[in-house]
């Protein structure tokens, strides 16, 4: 499967591309939070329309010509900066800042604003099945279990509203390329969604890992 690259970065450029782009692509979140809200003038908007036009020429100059894809340095740090969830380059996502334990627990706080709503002032269940999606598979992962989303069962218990929220999921069970994973959303009041998933190592991920055909027992790294 494309989109996962190898490449040279130092920890150093890593660094500094981190400084560039986090604050850029945290205006332009502000920028899609600004346009749901904002109530200037007929006039005001077209104008800014116009610059923001000129601001979308400018970047298209120079660009990749797909998606961005998972990238890994040399010491298998793994930059998944256009992902939905947790790219770092994604105005689209929130973004979640993982904290991840080899056991396969993982846990966030994180804050979802205007951008993310379904019914009014609450968090469209859409995105609650994303970011669980993302942290199921990211529990899996960080277990070393790494896998596809082969199924995701969503219980949403009570409505989620936006604002700060906070998110865990770990590995409830293991058997060879499987991996079942559980998570939950809370706010502030306790749990709003609870989510299970079965993550499968895919079977190209499978030939890379095992090419003798072995059974999984022994997992491929996982890198983040
Ligand atoms: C991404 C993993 C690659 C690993 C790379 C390594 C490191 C990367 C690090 C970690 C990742 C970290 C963080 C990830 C964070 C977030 C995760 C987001 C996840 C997603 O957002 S991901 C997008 C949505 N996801 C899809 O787009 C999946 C589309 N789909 C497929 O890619 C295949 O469909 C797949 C892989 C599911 C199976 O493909 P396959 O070729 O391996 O299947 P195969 O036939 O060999 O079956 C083998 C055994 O799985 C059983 N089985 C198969 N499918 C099943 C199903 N659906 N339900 C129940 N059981 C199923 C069979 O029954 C058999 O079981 P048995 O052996 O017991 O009979």
Not at 59 to 75: C, E, I, K, M, W
Not at 99 to 121: D, K, Q
Not at 146 to 159: F, I, S, V, W
Request: proline share 6%.
């Amino acid at each position: 499967m494309g989109g996962f690259q190898q490449d040279e970065m130092t920890p150093e450029q890593i660094e500094h591309e981190v400084g560039l782009y986090g604050p850029f692509t945290e205006v332009v979140r502000e920028l899609v939070d600004a346009t749901i809200r904002t109530e200037v003038d007929d006039d005001e908007i077209r104008a800014v329309q116009a610059e923001l036009e000129d601001i979308v020429a400018r970047l298209r100059r120079s660009q990749l010509d797909g998606p961005y894809g998972v990238r890994f340095n040399a010491t298998g740090h793994g930059r998944p900066w256009g992902n939905s969830v947790v790219g770092l380059r994604n105005a689209i996502a929130p973004p979640l800042a993982i904290e991840r334990e080899s056991t396969g627990r993982v846990r966030c706080e994180f804050h979802l604003g205007a951008a993310y709503e379904g019914p009014p002032s609450l968090v469209h269940g859409g995105v609650s099945a994303l970011i669980l999606d993302q942290m199921l598979g990211e529990a899996a992962g960080a277990g070393g279990r790494p896998g596809m989303t082969a199924t995701l069962t969503l219980h949403y218990r009570r409505a989620t509203p936006l604002g700060d929220l906070r998110a865990e999921a770990w590995i409830e069970r293991t058997e060879g390329i499987k991996t079942w994973a559980h998570g939950r959303i809370e706010d502030a009041e306790g749990v709003t969604v609870e989510a299970e998933g079965l993550f499968i190592l895919p079977r190209w991920a499978r030939e890379l890992a095992f090419p003798t055909g072995d059974a999984a027992e022994t997992p491929p790294s996982y890198a983040e």
